[in-house]
């Protein structure tokens, strides 16, 4: 860029009224002279100055006013630049009228600045008006090139044709864009080997060069762009362009091996036998390299079935249907493999489509097998114990494999049944009859279980169905057994009849009734017609009588065979009324009567049980307590309250009788010891004997009794002495007490055979007991 244009500007000279101003007076802009016009007299052509000068200060230009005044012109400026900002950039000699430049420009952010110059005198009176002056920075390649990112990312298809285009890049220059400064070119400064792509260098855009993109071999290409201004020839500056090659399904899939061999258990469905492994190039996870299976020979029952592993890409291979080892112990499956996406037309076909899988079914325990459940058998009402019902067995599967088999009942809940644990026989233990809480429509259900002896052993269960066939045992029950008819044929003289009937159908209704044979005569009076299936009706065929009349009918149900039983019907034969019926007393004294009779009847019987009853349980008590007298001294209270028996209330002794009695002694008969001479009774007569010598000791406790028994002997055989012997004074204090209350020691015997006359002469205490015993 040349020197800056310096512009001289020659003035007229300064007006008279302008030159006498004063030397030394202050400026003044709005001084004017009268209202005439001023003419403008300067102009300042725009004035280039190049951005970022170094050399500062700098003379752009000197501006002179035509009406140059002997004592000299005043100049200034103002404008962006001087007085607004940016401040401080432009400045001028206010009396020589030179313009200078003081700072750096930069026309990226400034490309012009319009001033205003303005010419005073001394004494500050305008000159001439203000006048235009516009500075232009002009332009220097400064800037480089900016991509708008710094990373371009764009995709295209694999095997896509030369000349597809993937993206446009763009980058932009702040210098001046009409000049060569921002004129940008593009170009690709690296992309690997193959140079599989071209970028138009005015454009940017970028596109496909060469045939053979292959996303197997190269997944992903990065190029590193350039763009320079000057037309390419000035400042450059680069990005990176990502390109991603998007799959197609141009790679078929490929087993990795020809055989597979697996292995199963037997009975088990829907578990996982293997897995079949593949391999395909294309972009995992994408249809393009899911594979489908399918199993083309080998299973034509459809025991199998395959399946996908969507992360592994594997097919899985399991039991769709349970196996079993006897039946066949191995199967050869053919295994075809494709995506499910279909190929591309121009991709090869694979060889290792097909895949040959060996399955191996293992042996293995299965449990027992009831080839029919539930078993339905029928088993006669009432058939007595040990009928046979059914043999009911169970099979085993492994028919390679010695095992015995077992049965056990698992479910009888009336106990009516009994079974064979070796050869699953079903008999009955108990009749079985209607009706039942434990049958279910005529059903009895019970459960067999069948268990072999394989480690750890396996049961099954099955249902047994019993059906209790309905046996006619059961003859029909006239119901009522009374009932009153009116005497008169004709009138009203009928009765219906009815029956029931326990046994279930078809061994009940219809009924058949009728007028006994064995009284043929009854016909002459009587007649039974039928009415339905379960009733008949009774008619009078002569005028009959008032009274009660006992009629002996035959009864039949329609079983097989039919059963029958001839039963009384009471028929009460009363007056007949205007409408054919009984009169209304008499039916009603009638009906009182007929049920008084049988409501007699139940309350005798009842009563005659109860009394029977109440008997018994006297003749009990009577019984029990004079067992309990005899053993009284044996018995051992559950609650023992103490050792000793105090004498609280005397029982027979004499109030003067006050020493109790050890009952250890009687626990504990070897602490016994003999005495010289047995001790005598205060209370006895003068003239009673006393034993000759002691009794012998029981020498253990099984003795006790025989010791009390010759103790009741010595006693019994002694009549100088009451009934009793001393060691029978106690006290009674309830039923927790060690002995029960006893009124003689000989209570076992009758009063008949007991000889109380001698207790008048014990004196007149013992005169209310010679009262009560004496005769």
């Known amino acids: 860029m040349g020197p800056p244009l310096l512009l001289a ?16 007076s202050p400026p003044s802009w709005r001084q004017h002279e009268g209202p005439r016009r001023v003419k403008r007299a300067w102009v300042i052509p725009p004035i280039s100055v190049s951005e970022n000068h170094k050399r500062i200060p700098h003379l752009l230009v000197q501006i002179k006013s035509d009406k140059q005044q002997p004592g000299g012109v005043i100049y200034s400026i103002k404008g962006p630049g001087v007085d607004e900002e940016p401040l401080g950039i432009f400045s001028i000699d206010k009396f020589s009228g030179k313009v200078f430049l003081n700072a750096m420009l930069d026309r990226e952010e400034n490309d012009r600045f319009r001033l205003k110059a303005f010419a005073l005198d001394l004494g500050g009176v305008t000159l001439e008006d203000p006048t235009d002056l516009e500075i232009i920075v002009v ?21 896509a044709e030369p000349g597809t285009c993937v993206m446009t890049v763009e980058a932009t220059d702040a210098d001046d864009p009409e ?10 400064l690296e992309q690997g080997a193959g140079g599989m792509f071209s970028i138009n260098a005015t454009t940017g855009e970028i596109c496909t060069a060469r045939p ?17 201004d000057m037309s390419g020839d000035g400042l450059t500056t680069t990005a990176t362009a990502v390109i991603y090659l998007e799959d197609i399904n141009d790679n078929a899939p490929e087993f990795t091996k020809e055989e597979f061999s697996m292995e199963v258990e037997e009975q088990a469905a829907g578990v996982d036998v293997g897995r079949v492994l593949v391999h395909d190039k294309d972009l995992a996870g994408s249809p393009n390299w899911l594979a489908k299976f399918t199993i083309l020979e080998g299973d034509p029952e459809g025991a199998f079935a395959i399946h996908t592993d969507p992360h592994t890409n594997d097919g899985v291979l ?21 995506n499910q996406q279909p190929l591309e037309p121009a991709a090869p076909g694979s060889p290792r489509a097909l895949a040959t899988v060996q399955v191996r079914v293992r042996d293995v325990n299965e449990a027992p097998v009831f080839r029919e459940n539930p078993r339905r058998v029928s088993v006669p009402e009432g058939a007595p114990p040990g009928t046979p019902v059914t043999t009911y067995t169970a099979s085993d599967p492994d028919t390679r494999q010695l095992q015995t088999l077992s049965y056990a009942l698992l479910y009888d809940p009336a106990g009516w049944l009994q079974l064979d644990p070796h050869s699953g026989t079903v008999r009955t233990k108990r009749e079985l009859r209607h009706p039942s809480a434990f049958l279910q429509g005529g059903w009895y259900i019970a459960l067999v279980l069948a268990r072999d002896d394989a480690e750890p052993p396996l049961s099954a269960t099955g249902t047994l169905s019993i059906e209790i066939l309905e ?15 009116c005497g008169r044929p004709g009138r009203g003289g009928s009765l219906l009849l009815g029956a029931t009937d326990d046994d279930r159908p078809p061994h009940g209704a219809p009924f058949h009734f009728q007028l006994s044979p064995q009284h043929p005569q009854l016909a002459r009076n009587w007649s039974i017609t039928r009415f339905n299936v379960t009733h008949a009706v009774l008619a009078v065929l002569v005028d009959l009588p008032e009274g009660p009349y006992s009629l002996p009918l035959l009864l039949r149900d329609s079983g097989t065979p039919p059963r029958e039983q001839q039963q009384l019907l009471n028929v009460s034969v009363c007056p007949c009324g205007r409408d054919g019926t009984c009169e209304d ?83 504990h008969p070897q602490l016994l010891q003999p005495r010289a001479k047995p001790p005598m009774r205060r209370d006895a007569p003068l003239r009673s004997g006393t034993p000759s010598a002691p009794r012998k000791l029981p020498s253990g406790p099984s003795d006790i009794e025989d010791f009390i028994n010759e103790g009741l002997e010595a006693a019994d055989s002694d009549p100088s002495v009451p009934p009793y012997d001393t060691a029978l004074i106690y006290d009674y204090e309830g039923s927790g007490s060690v002995a029960s209350p006893l009124s003689s020691i000989v209570s076992s015997l009758t009063d008949e055979d007991q000889d109380y006359d001698y207790l008048s002469e014990w004196g007149p205490r013992f005169r209310r007991l010679a009262d009560l015993y004496g005769q």
């Open 9 to 24: 500007c020659l003035l007229a000279p300064l007006c008279a009224r302008g030159a006498s101003t004063a030397p030394g």
């Open 139 to 159: 332009d220097q390649n400064d800037n480089r090139p900016l991509f708008r990112q710094d990373v371009f990312t764009g995709r295209v298809v694999e095997g």
């Open 179 to 188: 000049t060569d400064n921002a004129a940008l070119r593009f170009s690709i």
């Open 212 to 228: 053979g993109l292959d996303r197997e071999s190269v997944g992903v290409y990065n190029l590193t762009l350039q763009a320079a």
């Open 318 to 338: 399991s039991v769709a249907k349970p196996l079993d080892h006897e039946v066949r112990d191995r199967f050869q499956l053919t295994v075809s493999v494709q």
């Open 471 to 485: 046996v006619n045992d059961h003859a029909p029950l006239l119901q009522p057994p009374a009932g009153m008819v």
């Open 585 to 667: 007393g008499v039916l009603a004294a009638a009906t009182a009567t007929a049920g008084i009779t049988l409501e007699a009847l139940l309350i005798i019987l009842g009563s005659s049980i109860l009394l029977l009853l109440l008997a018994l349980l006297g003749a009990a008590q009577v019984r029990g307590r004079r067992r309990a007298l005899r053993k009284g001294l044996l018995q051992r209270s559950r609650d023992d309250m103490r050792d000793n028996i105090l004498n609280y209330d005397e029982q027979g002794g004499g109030e003067e009788d006050q020493d109790a009695y050890d009952i250890n002694q009687l626990r």
